[in-house]
């Protein structure tokens, strides 16, 4: 659905993310373990990639991948990780804020515990859909998540309802402007974000 797309934008995202750290790697929310594969490809030798998701399921899709040896997997929800105070160099999510969203104030949570196991001057990496700016493009993306995005998932998979939950989460995330007030209000005090795709797609950088 983005043409391959979302794998240059993971390759970005781990750029920003792993330039300058070793030590201890988070990716929470890991889901199948696609982004925790991608930073393990990447780890100075003496890192360790821990990788949590809520769902077992998950989970044992993502341990069964050969290129995911060696990496630490945990079921764990991203509002109580079981890891002790300032403990990683680095945490990740990506492409799945959209599933734990509930209102801010949980995102603040959310972001509040991941500054908690962050050593100090570690980073968070964040790599979620957004908003374009221009009208016409934020038009035309619309059209397409709500549109073509489930009818086409719907026909390749046979989860329409699957696709039409995707498009809906999609449609109502925040903007990349928002969510940066937000993890500010989590307690990153220095943050920022790139845009990719016109802004169809941010990423966000925050440090400790």
Known sequence: LTFGLDNYWRRKTVDIAVKGRSGKWLDACT???????????????????????????????????????GIIFKEANTFALPFADNYFDLVTISFALRNLRTGSKEFVKIFKEINRVLKPGGRFVNIETSQPKLFLLKWIFMLYVKYFTPLIGGLLTGSFRGFNYLSSSILNFYTAEDLLKILKEGGFGTASYTPLLFGAVAIHKAGK
Do not use: W
Request: charged letters at 20%; aromatic letters at 6%; hydrophobic letters at 50%.
């Open 31 to 69: 889901g199948t373990g696609e982004m925790a594969i991608a930073l393990k490809a990447r780890a100075p030798q003496g890192t360790v990639v821990y990788a949590t998701d809520f769902s077992a399921d998950m989970l044992k899709i993502a341990r069964a991948k050969q290129q995911a040896a």
